[in-house]
């Protein structure tokens, strides 16, 4: 099954501006990332939306892949 969680997103760095690569679910748990220069980025989850967004993705492709399940019997 495909988890969106693991799915990246870049960002930049706003001291050096380095991109950096996150995963949605870092994002979610609003993880901080350390840059090479040594600036730590706090992510942030603004109302959750990130990890609603992600519950709801997955259960829709749990949902559609159960739906295939059935069509195959």
Do not use: W, Y
Not at 3 to 30: F, G, M, W, Y
Not at 45 to 71: G, M, Q, V, Y
């Amino acid at each position: 099954m495909i988890d969106i969680s693991k799915q990246t997103v870049k960002l930049n760095c706003p001291n050096c501006k380095r991109s950096h690569t996150v995963s949605l679910k870092q994002v979610a748990d609003e993880r901080t990332i350390n840059c090479t220069c040594g600036q730590g980025i706090k992510l942030k989850d603004n109302n959750h939306s990130s990890r609603k967004a992600i519950h709801d993705i997955n259960k829709s492709f749990k949902d559609l892949e159960n739906a295939f399940k059935k069509l195959g019997r």
